[in-house]
Structure formats: C-alpha cells, structure tokens
C-alpha cells in the first residue's frame, strides 16, 4: 500500500487534495494512499493519535483546525510559529512537527504569475485563518505596506492590530494602490454570484489576486479583468503547498518545471 497521508478537516466534500497528491506521488514514483479525514472539533485530538498510531506519514490540516491543532503536535517550524497556523504536520518516528506550506504555496504562486511586491501597498480583504500566511509572506518579503479590510475593524485578531484596518465602506476612501487579495471565501462555489467589493472600487488597483480557486474566474477576477488588472487565482498556491508538503514528508526538493507540469495537470483535471 505504500504511505498513509490525508486531509484533516471539517468539511472536505469539494476538496482536490486527494488528485493533487496522487499527481505528485505518481510523479515521484512512490506509492501511497491520500484521503479525506472529515472530523469533528471535539474528535481532533483522538484523530491525530490515531494517525501516529496507524503509522501516517504526514497530514495536511484545512479549515476550521489549522490553529486548533497546534497543540498536538511536539515541534513547530520557523514560519509556523510565526504565523500562527499550521496546515502540514510530518510525522517522523513518533514525532509531530508542524508547518506552514501555504506560506511557500503563495509564494511560489507570486513568482509564477509574475507578481512584484517588492515596496508595493496591498490591501486585504479579510482577517482571518487564511490571510495570515499571506500577510507573513509579503511581510518577509518586501511589501511596504498593508491595509486589512474587515467587516468589523474593531472585533479583528489581536495579530493584525498593528497595521492599518479599516471597513469595507472605507475602501472607497483609499487612494490608489497596488495589489488587493481577497482571503475571504465570498464568490466560491457554490455561491459563485459573491463578490467581496462593487466593481468601481477595484480600479484602485494595478492587480488583484483571490485565494479562491473554484470557480476558476470568480466575480472579483472577472470584474478585475475587464478593468485591465492582472489576475491570480488560487489554484497555483494550492497546488504549490501541496507539493511544499511532500517535499517535507520525503525530505526531497521537487524543481519548479515539475511544479508547474502538476499544476497544468490538475488545472485540466478541475476545469475541463
């Protein structure tokens, strides 16, 4: 049978990890099993000793337990702790280390699409589990500035509080900016009609990145794109911390031209 991996989440109905997984296992010529582990919050922990006692290799962690499980693993990487929020744990002879692949994953989806941040301003709608790996990233990597966009600026984390924040009805007030990512979930499937901001506000903006992958052009994308800003959407940075999470698991280095075969593959496989 090979190695044990999963996804461990709440809800996984229309998750793809499983494809892109598969992808990149048979990529590597190695055999394994990736599945879908739906738990419950008040299952997790028994869920996570259960997976070491099976002998699992490693596991990623999506919504709503990226931060919850934190504290049941025994090691923390450099980026996680730093974040706040892990999504891959590696299990090596008895011992949990968390990561954090998604801060590589979008990372990598930057410099594919040719994004520079470098002394940029960028705008982010939301202030949850999500845009904390993003915000770290373009944190470690030049950004010069960040404005949070939330629905409620005074009730935000207690790790934004230090940078800008302000409403959505504030967006309107802003001058000109860089680059706007949506990490919230509005316009994903099924409520693909969503957008976060009205259509007039993104012209602001020189490009505009959304987090969701399904659909492949949302509402913000499209609307985006007839305004003339470059677009990204969430697949490549799916696809990459994936492929950051086996890297972990077999202690290899996979080379971006594979990377990007992968992504192509699972691009046909999700919206053929």
């Known amino acids: 049978m090979g190695n044990l991996y999963g996804l461990i989440g709440e809800k996984l109905g229309h998750s793809f990890s499983p494809q892109i997984h598969n992808i990149i296992l048979e990529k ?17 922990k028994q869920a996570v000793e259960g997976l070491k006692a099976l002998g699992a290799k490693g596991v990623n962690v999506t919504i709503p337990y990226k931060v919850p499980i934190m504290q049941y693993v025994d090691e923390l990487s450099h980026e996680s702790k730093k974040i706040g929020a892990i999504n891959t744990i590696a299990f090596n002879d008895g011992i ?20 520079n941040i470098s002394d940029k301003t960028a705008v982010i709608l939301g202030t949850g589990g999500s845009s904390k790996a993003v915000v770290h990233y373009l944190l470690d990597n030049g950004i010069k500035d960040i404005i949070y966009v939330s629905r409620d600026p005074k009730k935000v984390l ?34 693909v009609e969503q957008c976060p901001i009205n259509k007039s506000l993104l012209s602001k903006f020189s490009t505009a990145v959304d987090l969701i992958y399904n659909p492949e052009t949302t509402v913000f994308l499209k609307e985006a794109e007839e305004l003339g800003l470059k677009t990204l959407n969430g697949l490549y940075m799916l696809v990459a911390q994936a492929v950051a999470a086996q890297e972990i698991w077999q202690n290899i280095k996979i080379p971006k031209v594979e990377v990007e075969d992968i992504y192509n593959k699972i691009k046909q496989i999700i919206y053929r």
Do not use: H, W
């Open 96 to 115: 949990l280390k968390g990561y954090n692949t998604d801060y590589y994953g979008f990372g990598a989806s930057l410099k594919y699409a040719d994004i």
């Open 158 to 191: 207690e790790d934004v509080r230090g940078f800008n924040i302000i409403s959505y009805d504030e967006i309107a007030d802003l001058r000109s900016s860089d680059i706007i990512i949506n990490c919230t979930p509005c316009g994903m499937y099924p409520k």
């Open 28 to 44: 590597l010529s190695l055999k394994g099993l990736y599945n879908l582990f739906e738990i419950k919050q008040e299952d997790l």
